[in-house]
């Protein structure tokens, strides 16, 4: 059962009473969780769609990027009203300008709700994303879809002032037949070349005219070939997508990061019998690199194969739907580590998520054996971590893990903040906020679920989470987005 929780205000520091077992030493401090998300901004919109049911309110799968000319200024993006089988009613962005201390909403066009004409035949949004360009530019992509899932398009749009008001998106590919389904997209801006901004997703094929939109989940035949287009003009224009490796693949979660010298690193998840692999059972976190800002790549490079684990509920055993194998990437700018963290069963006998955690030293080429970096007890489920690296090299992950639950209605949920000076080595833990949240409350999506990700990011050498948490008990707004300042 969870514990007591606090009172929320949008845009208002929390009061928080801590008891003796909640005050943790860290060289870390968690700062006062303040609310991103507020009442949804399409109410009006349809709840029901054939067989699936929005969640009004509902916000899950956040992202956060920091601005390089100005730290005050935080963007920040976000589902708005979940559908139980895909997608929201669409996509809000939140800014801050005062490092995280109050945030206001705002929203691009990118589905029928937020704007788009019918006739686009976006009836949702989904898989937020959001960067920044070495101008101070802000740059949000989105997945849109249909009901159906038939229609799949990946648009992007720009904010010129700090994420406050938001240009109408650009159409990086658009796909009609329902044979193709673009999935996982996200935007990186490149700190080593103004103007250039890249964007990558995976494109996926289905194995006959009998579409099924999970496909993906059984069938060896499917395939998600990594497409890659970029800007070199501040978004002015956008070239046409191209394919970065052999299309007899099936990859998703396609990120890239930039290292100091200029190489691209693209991770990804490699799975499901895809043509390069041995066995239809064989699944990687692997990686491509690029010297030429995305002109060209290697060809996949294995971090880890990756131990299959599925989070459930610790009461009733129901699914609980996580990041699973999607990796997060974070990058030293000083030394050009890379660290790549994801979830994984390989540390348990039960098989059950814990939080790995791997780096190449030598820009993507060769990686260590993956360790275990939670620090969740014992046979407690850690999971849906999110990486990112400091100014000074300091790496921290966030994750959520089941450690205060109780035999009690109701699955305790805690969000946690490690951090490490040594390069990994050594690991120190500070809870993010005290008090769980019960996980039951949140929107149904193929289990209980909170986002496939959620964001973190470094503020020179502090850093900002930007998670979601259940607003335990209160089904007419089940979910809320927060963020906390570790300082």
């Known amino acids: 059962m969870p514990r007591p929780r606090y009172l929320v205000l949008l845009a208002t520091p929390i009061l928080v009473v801590l008891t003796a077992s909640q005050v943790w030493a860290n060289t870390y401090t968690a700062g006062f969780p303040v609310r991103a998300s507020g009442p949804s901004p399409f109410a009006g919109c349809p709840t029901v769609a054939g067989s699936s049911t929005n969640y009004p309110n509902a916000e899950v799968e956040p992202f956060v990027a920091v601005n390089p000319t100005n730290r005050n200024n935080m963007v920040g993006v976000f589902q708005q009203d979940r559908w139980t089988d895909a997608g929201a009613h669409g996509l809000v962005a939140a800014s801050s300008f ?226 699973n194998g999607l990796p997060s990437i974070g990058v030293d700018t000083n030394s050009g580590t890379i660290f790549v963290t994801w979830e994984d069963g390989r540390f348990s006998p039960d098989g059950h998520a814990d939080v790995a955690l791997s780096k190449s030293t030598d820009g993507g080429h060769k990686w260590s054996t993956p360790v275990k970096v939670d620090q969740s007890p014992t046979g407690v489920q850690a999971f849906t971590p999110s990486i990112a690296v400091s100014a000074d090299g300091t790496v921290a992950v966030t994750y959520y893990d089941f450690r205060f639950n109780t035999a009690a209605p109701g699955a305790s949920t805690d969000v946690w903040f490690i951090h490490s000076h040594d390069g990994g080595a050594t690991w120190t833990e500070s809870h993010v906020v005290p008090g769980s949240f019960d996980i039951e409350t949140a929107p149904v999506a193929r289990g209980y679920f909170l986002g496939d990700y959620e964001g973190l990011a470094a503020v020179a050498n502090d850093f900002l989470a930007f998670f979601v948490m259940a607003n335990t008990g209160n089904t007419l707004n089940r979910t809320d987005v927060f963020s906390v300042r570790m300082s």
């Open 98 to 323: 005062d490092g995280g201390s109050s945030w206001s909403t705002s929203f691009a066009a990118f589905s029928t709700c937020s704007g788009r004409p019918a006739s686009d035949g976006y009836d949702r949004a989904s898989d937020p994303w959001v960067t920044f360009d070495t101008a101070g530019n802000v740059y949000q992509i989105a997945l849109s879809i249909s009901n159906d899932q038939s229609t799949s398009a990946v648009l992007v749009s720009k904010s010129v002032d700090g994420g406050a008001g938001w240009s109408p998106a650009a159409t990086l590919i658009r796909d009609t037949s329902g044979l193709h389904f673009n999935d996982k997209e996200s935007i990186t801006g490149d700190p080593t070349r103004s103007g250039y901004v890249y964007a990558v997703w995976d494109r996926g094929t289905f194995p006959s005219d009998n579409r099924n939109a999970r496909s993906f989940l059984g069938s060896h035949a499917y395939r998600g070939q990594p497409m890659f287009s970029r800007t070199t003009d501040g978004g002015q224009t956008w070239s046409a997508p191209v394919g970065l490796a052999n299309q007899n693949i099936f990859t998703i979660g396609n990120q890239i990061a930039v290292l100091p010298d200029g190489t691209l690193v693209d991770v990804f998840q490699n799975f499901q019998g895809s043509g390069v692999q041995p066995s239809p059972n064989h699944a990687t976190e692997s990686v491509m690199l690029s010297s030429d800002a995305g002109l060209t790549w290697s060809q996949p490079i294995d971090i880890a194969l990756w131990s299959p684990e599925l989070t459930r509920d610790p009461d009733n055993g129901n699914p609980v739907r996580t990041g």
